[in-house]
């Protein structure tokens, strides 16, 4: 029975790598990558404009957004545009701010799971897989502004900063044995595990680090013996973005 259930245990939790990974490998143009799109504009001394921004090699090309109820009109005629060259030879006195909402849809892995002592047991740090689909909402601000370099020209400078709130669900393994169960498990083998619960994303550049806070339910006839049933963790999450 034991041997049984680790092979089924080990082959699932194999296969949702294998899918998790596939569905990663989709992801061509991450979020924080700087691509045409309506944006809240704002720039020094000047006041905020809502536009959509044409993000050429070297130009950006802003057309004032009006809204009509689910729907919007460019305003063409009165294009701006900023010549945005990788170096300028004068001082740029401009700092260009673009930010935007939106819908986030990621996959989260939960490389170190923390747990809190229970019915005795010590404060555990568990490494098993743990991966999960993950809706919230997301806001993206980009930056741009040139910096001074020691040969006397200036260098554009990009930055992004993007945070997200929201909910994951998923699956994820656990170690099972006499100890978690309270005696009433002889053997050991890997349980799978639904893991449900919220979390917070924050990226800065090509940077993603996010906390997770969860609970797990195992799926197994163990799972009223499981010291750790429905008994709360924190996570560290990484998000790998799907949309």
């Known amino acids: 029975m034991g041997k049984k259930a680790t092979s089924y245990n080990s082959l ?3 296969l949702l790598l ?33 536009a959509y921004v044409d993000v050429e090699e070297d130009t950006l090309i802003l057309s004032t957004v009006r809204d009509k109820g ?7 005629a009165s294009n701006i545009v900023i010549a945005v060259p990788e170096v300028q030879h004068s001082p ?19 490389p170190f799971k923390y747990r809190p002592g229970t019915s005795g047991f010590p404060q555990q740090l568990t490494t098993t897989f743990q991966g999960a689909i993950y809706i919230g909402a997301r806001k993206d601000i980009f930056r741009l502004k040139y910096r001074p370099t020691p040969v006397g020209d200036f260098h554009k400078s990009e930055n992004h900063f993007g945070y997200s709130v929201g909910f994951f669900s998923g699956l994820g393994a656990t170690t099972m044995n006499e100890w978690v169960t309270q005696g009433a498990t ?12 919220v979390a917070g994303i924050v990226g800065i550049n090509n940077f993603t680090l996010g906390l997770a806070v969860g609970i797990d339910h195992l799926f197994d006839e163990n799972r009223n013996d499981w010291i750790y049933q429905h008994k709360p963790w924190v996570g560290l999450a990484v998000g790998l973005n799907l949309n």
């Open 12 to 14: 699932y939790c194999f």
């Open 18 to 50: 294998l899918i998790f990974s596939s569905c990663a490998s989709l992801r061509e143009s991450p979020k924080y990558e700087f691509s045409s799109g309506i944006f809240k504009v704002t720039s020094t001394g000047s006041a905020a404009i809502r």
């Open 70 to 76: 689910r729907y919007f009109n460019t305003d063409t």
């Open 92 to 110: 740029v006195q401009h700092v260009y701010t673009f930010s935007k909402s939106s819908f986030d849809l990621d996959v989260l892995t939960i």
């Open 186 to 197: 002889p053997y050991e083998y890997e349980g799978v595990v639904l893991l449900n619960g």
